[in-house]
């Protein structure tokens, strides 16, 4: 795993999937604890498209991608 310090390039029109192996979300030193079967607020922060935020399910480690709810 790397931090990509540029972002995750995404032009418009475009998509991205984020998931395990692949892409992924990782909180470092979460203020709280992360249950699984929880949720937790965030916000992706969009160089041109501003702020969206967003509800991310929590799965324990190894599980499937976890989905955003919008």
């Keep these: 795993m790397r931090e990509l310090v540029d972002g995750l ?3 418009a029109g475009t998509t991205a999937e984020l998931k395990p192996g692949g ?3 990782m909180f470092i030193q979460p203020t709280r604890a992360l249950p699984a079967g ?3 607020d965030a ?3 969009f160089e041109r ?3 969206m935020p967003v509800v991310f399910e929590v799965r324990p480690l190894g599980a499937a ?3 955003p709810h919008y």
């Design 49 to 51: 498209a501003g702020r």
């Design 23 to 25: 892409h992924h979300l």
């Design 43 to 45: 916000t992706l922060v």
């Design 65 to 67: 991608g976890a989905r």
């Design 38 to 40: 929880g949720q937790v």
């Design 9 to 11: 390039p995404l032009p």
